[in-house]
């Protein structure tokens, strides 16, 4: 569950009509978010989840920096609620073939995981990461592998140019667990009205067309044909998420946009 939630603004991927291209840009920003149980399934015990949830994009001229921070309440019919924090930071070049990683998960206060590492990947060639955390190893990538900010970017600049609603299949690896790596299916919707249902009053968004995007990550070796973990959201031109549905099987986690502030991009040289 956890990994899904630090990732989930991370796919950011818009669909956008042939007739019309619009200006897909990400945006430096922190925002935070408010966690609610949507739906709990029959049989999984959970009664209830409430949390926070914070991310910040930072461009450094030669990539871009990510953290992230949440802390979430579950709580169960029959046994005790537990408390799940979770951090998260990274860096991915620009050029899309240099990426560092950096994860802690803790449930009631105990550090349960440790995820930390570097890999490199570069277009039509076989890349690798070098995990250090939680202990020294090496995973091959396959050819064409995408980290996060590649990945995105490619659905982005593809989708202007294609007709929604669209569909793309990619290979990403996140370093979220210690494999990291997922088959990312995105099923992308029609460009929706400017500003759509933005939650929180913000000029910026009032003005920013958006989309509703859905996601499945798969195992690589998965036969199954539902995901491992779906997300949905409203995604804006400039990287936001807003009104996003996080399914887990056993239950399904609301995240809506409580607060956003966006910052302007440095004059890199």
Not at 19 to 40: C, D, I, P, W
Request: charged share 25%; hydrophobic share 40%; net charge positive.
């Amino acid at each position: 569950m956890r990994k899904r939630l630090i990732w989930a603004l991370l796919a950011t991927v818009l669909g956008l009509p042939s007739s019309t291209v619009f200006a897909v840009e990400f945006v430096a920003h922190r925002a935070l978010y408010k966690l609610v149980l949507e739906k709990a399934r029959t049989g999984s015990g959970v009664s209830g989840v409430t949390g926070r949830m914070a991310v910040e994009w930072q461009d450094s001229c030669s990539g871009w920096t990510f953290e992230y921070h949440s802390v979430i309440d579950v709580e169960f019919a029959e046994t005790k609620s537990i408390r799940l924090i979770s951090t998260a930071t990274s860096w991915e070049s620009n050029d899309g073939e240099n990426y560092r990683f950096s994860v802690r998960h803790k449930t009631d206060g105990k550090e349960v995981e440790r995820i930390e590492g570097v890999a490199k990947a570069s277009a039509g060639a076989i890349g690798h990461v070098e995990f250090s955390r939680p202990k020294a190893r090496r995973l091959i990538l396959p050819r064409g592998t995408l980290f996060p900010i590649a990945h995105s970017l490619s659905v982005l600049r593809t989708a202007a140019k294609e007709k929604a609603p669209a569909f793309l299949s990619q290979t990403v690896f996140d370093g979220m667990d210690v494999t990291g790596l997922y088959q990312v299916n995105a099923a992308i919707g029609r460009v929706g009205k400017t500003g759509g249902a933005a939650r929180i009053q913000s000029k910026e968004l009032k003005t920013t067309p958006s989309w509703h995007v859905s996601l499945g990550y798969f195992g690589m070796k998965s036969r199954k044909s539902e995901p491992n973990h779906e997300i949905k959201m409203r995604l804006y031109a400039n990287g936001v998420a807003d009104d996003m549905l996080m399914d887990f099987d056993e239950f399904i986690i609301r995240g809506r946009l409580d607060k956003l502030d966006l910052t302007p991009n440095p004059n890199c040289p």
